[in-house]
């Protein structure tokens, strides 16, 4: 009973311990030796352990409590990290997922057989001899591997290759009984000098010259020979007793290249990020957990306190008593930087929703039996946290798709001269007042014939229709409802209820999506969000003795025309504007407003654009342009048409906010 | 204590001469006429909408609701903000006083027909002394 209290504290913290697990595990999987990787798994599993035992969840205690052995074992060197261990590992991990789920649900453990799990992880550490044995074998083949590479020596390793050099390590080792180990390497040197370049070794050339090496040495080199002259070259010299040598091609290929290079990339950043990376994870330590609508309401109140602010400003203009101006201008700059403080408040990163993905990516690269490599940027953009929450089912969407649909099987993409590994990159960005996010993959493209046809067997467009399309309307069908193009139903993805979801989606978070796609090089599919809580400019207009606002961003540009310019085509006003034919929209009909008088010269028009289209709204007069607060209107007036919502003015009015796009 | 189950609150409002009781549960605060945005295009027992501490507030005028005779607003009229899940709509009606107490046992069934308002709107009519009170079902009402 009194441990109720904390189920919802654990609930958090077990989930936040889990996203932490995946995310250090697939680290683990990439760089196996990284031990702060390990020892970060270690400590959330093991405090894990201890949450789950405090609040009496013994079968997640029990799994959590083998996984650490295992684990356990990794750190002290006892067992070596390979994929199966990593296997079980994320199975216990989704079991534990699913648990945490099920408590948060039903308040108590779901009931499943745990023993099987914890048999596997009982089993690795039994079978830990078998794997030293095999992890042995694969350590001597690589030993001249040993030589890592930084991102410097990769660049000139790739530069070279791009010149037609050739890039070699060799390993040269010296004979036991060798007296002038340093004059020796010396002699070493010199013979290869003559036709290549040295441009790292191990240990350092001053070591090597201080006999400060053992009995061999490594180098890297770039030349135009090839490996059999330089190695009878450095066998002719004597007291040497091995000379391995190692072309340096196949990681450094092509597309691949370029990819290892990343990823090189990113490891060693990953490193040197490493400091921060614990600073900011001290950081995190220190905040505090808010309910969303404690902050909505703590927002409403800033709202509130502006209105009135205003309003006391309004009183004051009367008065010149110099105390009051300055107590009010105080006033003023005090509420907009609470203002802005809570708008910041309710801002999370990206990362939130981008640090599932990669987990997501490799379970599916392996069901697909596609290689996937998952590159993600800017997951430090900030959005607001009612975005955050609605993205991510649309992004996993996307990469669903990029994964099945866009990128081809290793088969299809080796016919066509592709990299084996498929690339999907996630970018999130800020643009202006909006948030971009991008799911790019390099597969096969959209075919925008194959769309064509599936739309109009699925009844979408007829073949007239079909014809007319261009290029880009074609994809636009992609995201009417009811259509898939997968001709195999996966499990992954294409049931039909595709992208028209995510399109109603990230619409309903007032944002937009657009794709572009190239045969045989991939697609985009870009997204774009408002930045917060949907502040946008706007224009204020009188309508009547109304107030409405339009959107700024949807506005051309404002003019007056005279009454009697106003024409009759086929019962649509229209006037001659700039040479073309501009339709008439009265607001005042629009918007049913009665006792309504018209000036009877000259009209105020705002011509608004949607897409290609114009229009010119009549307004009465223009108030100006203002920045505000987008508000929905409610579930109870969802029906409502050509209002797209509403917004508090500084009087505490509330304004209506025309929804162009519908009228034209 | 064992009678509070069986008794429930009912805040009391006056429309056309009649007293009418919402749920207390259903009510989250009750304000003066505040200034309402006319909304083009909605039915017309919506009156429009409010800014209520900075959340916009859709407002139903209860006598055009019933097909009550309409009224001038006057000092009395207030505005009852009832809450259904997560949506919140205000209720204009003539006046509103008290917060009554209603034994379960003096809530009979609603009548056939009472007036212009539908049955299922109504909950049931509570009776109190030698006052009846119309009990409305806020939720069928408003159509939610």
């Not at chain 1, 029990?62 to 994929?83: F, P």
């Amino acid at each position: 009973m009194d441990v109720n209290q904390y189920l919802e504290i654990f609930i958090e913290e077990a989930q936040e311990h889990l996203q932490n697990l995946n995310q250090n595990l697939l680290g683990l999987e990439v760089n196996p030796n990284d031990s702060n990787l390990l020892n970060e798994i270690f400590r959330s599993a093991h405090t894990l352990k201890g949450m789950s035992g405090t609040m009496g969840f013994s079968s997640l205690m029990g799994l959590t409590h083998e996984m650490e052995n295992v684990l356990d074992a990794i750190r002290n060197g006892k067992l070596v990290v390979y994929s199966e261990i990593i296997d079980i590992l994320f199975e216990c991990l989704d079991f534990l997922e699913v648990s945490v789920g099920h408590i948060s649900e039903k308040g108590k453990e779901i009931d499943k057989d745990i023993e099987p799990l914890k048999k596997k992880l009982v089993d690795i550490i039994n079978k830990k001899d078998v794997t030293e044995i095999t992890y042995h074998n694969s350590s001597t083949d690589k030993r001249i591997m040993d030589l890592t590479f930084n991102q410097y020596d990769e660049n000139i390793t790739i530069q070279a290759i791009a010149q037609g050099m050739r890039v070699f390590k060799v390993e040269v080792i010296l004979s036991k009984d060798c007296m002038l180990k340093s004059a020796r390497a010396f002699i070493v040197f010199k013979t290869l000098e003559k036709y290549a370049e040295i441009f790292k070794s191990s240990p350092r050339i001053e070591d090597i010259e201080d006999e400060k090496f053992d009995e061999g040495f490594k180098l890297a080199i770039i030349t135009n020979e090839n490996s059999d002259t330089i190695k009878s070259d450095i066998e002719g010299i004597s007291e040497i007793e091995e000379v391995l040598i190692e072309e340096i091609n196949q990681t450094f290929e092509g597309d691949k290249a370029h990819s290892n290079e990343v990823a090189a990339d990113k490891v060693e950043e990953d490193k040197a990020d490493h400091e921060e990376t614990h600073a900011k994870k001290n950081k995190i330590g220190k905040t505090v957990r808010v309910d969303i609508d404690r902050l909505d309401n703590l927002m409403n109140l800033v709202s509130e306190l502006i209105i009135i602010k205003t309003r006391l400003e309004g009183i004051d203009s009367d008065s010149t008593d110099q105390n009051m101006t300055e107590a009010l201008e105080y006033l003023e700059r005090i509420t907009t930087n609470l203002h802005d403080a809570v708008m910041k408040v309710r801002m999370v990163p990206i990362e939130r929703v981008f640090s599932r993905f990669p987990r997501m990516v490799r379970d599916l690269s392996r069901e697909l039996e596609k290689d996937i490599n998952l590159q993600i940027s800017g997951e430090e953009t900030e959005l607001d946290r009612t975005v955050i929450d609605e993205i991510g089912d649309p992004l996993i969407h996307l990469i669903r798709n990029a994964i099945d649909h866009g990128i081809e099987d290793k088969h299809e993409r080796s016919n066509s001269k592709k990299a084996p590994v498929g690339k999907v990159d996630l970018r999130a960005f800020q643009d202006g007042n909006s948030v971009v996010i991008e799911v790019e993959d390099d597969g096969k493209g959209i075919n925008v014939d194959k769309v064509k046809r599936k739309a109009i067997k699925n009844g979408i467009i007829n073949q007239v229709e079909s014809d007319a399309l261009s290029e880009k309307d074609a994809v636009e069908l992609l995201f009417k409802p009811g259509f898939s193009t997968a001709e195999v139903i996966s499990d992954v993805s294409g049931r039909g209820v595709g992208l028209d979801v995510v399109k109603t989606k990230i619409e309903s978070l007032g944002g937009t999506v657009e794709v572009e796609t190239s045969t045989n090089n991939g697609s985009k599919f870009i997204i774009r969000l408002p930045l917060t809580l949907a502040i946008i400019q706007a224009l204020l207009v009188n309508v009547g003795n109304e107030k409405y606002a339009i959107p700024l961003n949807s506005i051309k540009e404002i003019t007056s025309i005279k009454t009697n310019s106003i024409r009759n085509v086929q019962g649509q006003e229209v006037i001659v504007y700039r040479n073309g034919v501009l339709p008439i929209v009265r607001l005042t009909n629009v918007l049913d407003i009665k006792d309504y008088k018209e000036d009877e010269e000259e009209l105020t028009i705002v011509i608004v654009k949607k897409g290609e289209k114009n229009s010119g709204f009549i307004v009465d007069s223009l108030i100006g342009q203002q920045e505000i607060v987008i508000k929905s209107l409610g579930k109870y007036l969802a029906s409502i048409k050509n209002i797209a919502g509403a917004t508090i003015l500084g009087d505490g009015q509330v304004a209506l906010i025309i929804d162009s796009n519908s009228m034209i | 204590m064992n009678n509070s189950s069986t008794n429930r609150q009912f805040v009391v409002f006056e429309l056309d001469n009649e007293e009418y009781g919402i749920d207390i549960l259903r009510v989250k605060t009750i304000e003066k006429v505040a200034r309402i945005t006319r909304i083009p295009k909605s039915a017309s027992y919506i009156k429009g909408v409010i800014n209520l501490r900075g959340e916009i507030v859709p407002i139903v005028d209860l006598r055009e609701k019933f097909k009550l005779e309409s009224k001038e607003e006057s000092d009395n009229t207030r505005i009852i903000i009832v809450y259904i899940d997560d949506i919140n709509v205000g209720l204009i009606v003539d006046s509103a006083s008290t917060v009554m107490e209603i034994n379960n046992d003096m809530i009979e069934a609603p009548p056939e027909s009472l007036g212009n308002i539908e049955q299922n709107n109504i909950y049931g009519i509570g009776k109190l002394d030698n006052r009846i009170i119309i009990l409305l079902d806020v939720f069928k009402m408003l159509n939610i």
